[in-house]
T-cell receptor
Framework: QKEVEQDPGPLSVPEGAIVSLNCTYSNSAFQYFMWYRQYSRKGPELLMYTYSSGNKEDGRFTAQVDKSSKYISLFIRDSQPSDSATYLCAMSAVQAGTALIFGKGTTLSVSS | EAQVTQNPRYLITVTGKKLTVTCSQNMNHEYMSWYRQDPGLGLRQIYYSMNVEVTDKGDVPEGYKVSRKEKRNFPLILESPSPNQTSLYFC?????????????FGDGTRLSIL
C-alpha cells in the first residue's frame, strides 16, 4: 500500500460546482497536511496548510483532516475556470517544511 | 518578492554532457530540496539540504549530485546525464525550524536528455 493515495482523475465540473478532492494515507504519524495547486508549466503553489485534525477555511477553499480515518479533503465552492489545475496533497510526520510525501495529484477542469 | 528561482527553465542536451541546474531562494530558508516530477509517478525527492554544508539523499538520488555552499543556493548537478533523467525538476525551500512553514517551489526546469 502506498503511503499517500490520490485519485488522479481527471475531474471535470461545470462552473459554480462544488468540488471535493481527497487523499488517503497509511502512516498514522503524519500530522502536517498540505494542499498544493499546480498550473501547467508552473511549480506547485501552497493552497492550504493544516496541522493535525480539523477544518480550515480560506475563501472558497476548505481543507478537512480526519486522522481517525486517515483521510483528508479539499473542498472548492463556486468553482471557477481559473481553478482548473492539478491539486496535490502532501503530508509530513516531522515538520510542515520537510520530509513531504506527495500524492500523485488530481487534475481538475472547470468549464464555463 | 519572495521566490525560488531556477535556471534554466528548459534544456535539451545529449547523453553524457555534464549539466547544472541552479536554484536560488531569497527568503533566507534553511531547508532546500530537489524533486523530479514524472507522469504517473508524482513528485519524488532527489536530494535535500537542512542547512549550509548539510545534504542528504532523498528517494531517487542515483545519477545526481548537489552542493550547498551558501544558504541561498542549491545547485543540482548531473555529471553524466542519461535519457531516463528526462523529467521536470523542481527546487523548493522552507524555514521549518523557525516558523514550521511548508515548502515554496520554483517554476521548474524541463530537461530533455537525448
Amino acid at each position: 500500500q502506498k503511503e499517500v493515495e490520490q485519485d488522479p482523475g481527471p475531474l471535470s465540473v461545470p462552473e459554480g460546482a462544488i468540488v471535493s478532492l481527497n487523499c488517503t494515507y497509511s502512516n498514522s504519524a503524519f500530522q502536517y497536511f498540505m494542499w498544493y495547486r499546480q498550473y501547467s508549466r508552473k511549480g506547485p503553489e501552497l493552497l492550504m496548510y493544516t496541522y493535525s485534525s480539523g477544518n480550515k477555511e480560506d475563501g472558497r477553499f476548505t481543507a478537512q483532516v480526519d486522522k481517525s480515518s486517515k483521510y483528508i479533503s479539499l473542498f472548492i465552492r463556486d468553482s471557477q475556470p481559473s481553478d482548473s489545475a492539478t491539486y496535490l496533497c502532501a503530508m509530513s510526520a516531522v515538520q510542515a517544511g520537510t520530509a513531504l510525501i506527495f500524492g500523485k495529484g488530481t487534475t481538475l477542469s472547470v468549464s464555463s | 518578492e519572495a521566490q525560488v528561482t531556477q535556471n534554466p527553465r528548459y534544456l535539451i542536451t545529449v547523453t553524457g554532457k555534464k549539466l547544472t541546474v541552479t536554484c536560488s531562494q531569497n527568503m533566507n530558508h534553511e531547508y532546500m530540496s530537489w524533486y523530479r516530477q514524472d507522469p504517473g509517478l508524482g513528485l519524488r525527492q532527489i536530494y535535500y539540504s537542512m542547512n549550509v554544508e548539510v545534504t542528504d539523499k532523498g528517494d531517487v538520488p542515483e545519477g545526481y549530485k548537489v552542493s550547498r555552499k551558501e544558504k541561498r543556493n542549491f545547485p543540482l548537478i548531473l555529471e553524466s546525464p542519461s535519457p531516463n533523467q528526462t523529467s521536470l525538476y523542481f527546487c523548493a525551500s522552507s524555514s521549518p525550524w523557525e516558523s514550521n512553514q511548508p515548502q515554496h517551489f520554483g517554476d521548474g526546469t524541463r530537461l530533455s536528455i537525448l
